[in-house]
């Protein structure tokens, strides 16, 4: 048990991969007991997506599915999806990234298993929705192509670049977990369940904001500009003398200040640079000046006369020094759990904060136990 803000929720995980392994397991660690059904053998697709590796266990699955049992269940099987409806009539939620269509051929699909549990709130993740899209393959990097991110994304026009990490992914999974929280608040005041969908296509529309909004504003078109920002300057990275700096400066204000620490202070009141407005209007210009004085002194030293007057800027960390940065600002960025230094969840409650309870499961790790309460109507009573 835990003293966390879900506890005592039982979520049924049909999900695999990335989008809704994540989803789930933030509600564990948020408290939530959460079952999560793999197919016998295999189990989640990332089982196998490795190197690298710790102590034989893929590190991709190991880093989304902490707080979890793990149960297998053949729902080739008519036992298998027996169990899995009983799992589902027993859950406060349910939340399955299957392909349109699959829960429903498995009987498992949401009007099915309204009746029997009128509470349950039922959440599905695809790709491109369950309407004409629904046969699409959702993997995240056809997303970031399909849905517009590569082509603003990349070092210069005509090389579009994927992002360093399933981002849309992660994305769908929080935006499913606010659907969720939101669901589950409408039950408490109703008593009734609904339908949470979310898509991996419209969550990325969506997450891109300013670009998404000046184009159904005013029909632009944003192309790749590489690091720079469409609307602010200076936004991008520089070379200092020893390695790459960042400055994100946005306001009139900052922009003054760090002319002022490079030794130029009379940019701040040259017409092209005046206003933030000027200055994207002359982005090369200004990158042109700033560039020669940033390379006179290393990115450390320049973020250590530029950080005390209120000029955002930084060096580009690899993971490592960003660990780093985070252990020094106290941030506790790590969790130990069962041997393995996972990532820490990013948020804080003072009152009811994460708890990490379970390590990433081994497969069917728990299946003797579910499968004894799904029989049995008895909890564990260490669980």
Not at 118 to 136: E, K, R, T
Request: aromatic share 4%.
């Amino acid at each position: 048990m835990s003293d966390g803000p879900l506890d005592g929720l039982l979520v049924a995980d049909f999900s695999r991969v990335l989008a809704a392994p994540y989803l789930t397991m933030l509600l564990g660690d948020l408290g939530a007991d959460i079952v999560k059904v793999e197919r016998p053998g295999t189990g989640d697709d990332t089982r196998a997506w490795g190197p690298p590796h710790h102590h034989g266990e893929a590190t991709y699955n190991l880093s989304v599915n902490r707080n979890k049992r793990s149960v297998v269940l053949d729902l080739a099987t008519e036992e298998g999806r027996s169990a899995a409806r009983e799992l589902a009539g027993r859950a406060d939620v349910l939340i399955e990234n299957f392909r349109p269509g699959t829960m429903a051929r498995l009987g498992l699909d949401e009007a099915t298993l309204r009746p029997g549990n009128p509470g349950l709130v039922y959440c599905s993740l695809s790709g491109f929705g369950s309407g004409p899209g629904a046969a699409m393959p959702g993997y995240d990097l056809l997303v970031q192509a399909a849905g517009g991110l590569m082509s603003v994304t990349g070092p210069g026009p005509g090389q579009p670049t994927k992002v360093g990490v399933a981002l849309v992914d992660v994305l769908c999974g929080l935006h499913a977990g606010i659907g969720v929280l939101a669901a589950l608040r409408y039950r408490d005041s109703t008593g009734r369940g609904q339908l949470v969908e979310v898509d991996l296509l419209s969550t990325l529309l969506s997450s891109m904001v300013n670009q998404a909004g000046a184009h159904t504003m005013t029909g632009v078109v944003p192309g790749i500009l590489g690091n720079r920002h469409p609307s602010i300057a200076p936004y991008e990275v520089f070379a200092a003398a020893d390695r790459p700096i960042v400055l994100a400066v946005g306001t009139d204000r900052q922009f003054r200040s760090l002319v002022t620490v490079l030794g130029s202070p009379e940019l701040a009141d040259d017409d092209r640079f005046v206003t933030n407005t000027a200055r994207v209007a002359h982005v090369d210009d200004l990158a042109g000046l700033l560039g020669t004085r940033l390379s006179a002194r290393p990115a450390d030293e320049w973020c250590e006369l530029l950080t005390p007057h209120g000029v955002p800027c930084g060096p580009v960390n690899d993971l490592a020094e960003a660990f780093g940065l985070a252990e020094r600002l106290g941030l506790a960025p790590r969790v130990h759990l069962d041997g393995q230094d996972l990532v820490a969840n990013p948020i804080r409650l003072d009152r009811t904060p994460p708890s990490y309870r379970l390590p990433p499961p081994g497969l069917g790790e728990h299946t003797e136990e579910v499968t004894r309460w799904l029989a049995t109507g008895q909890e564990e009573s260490d669980r």
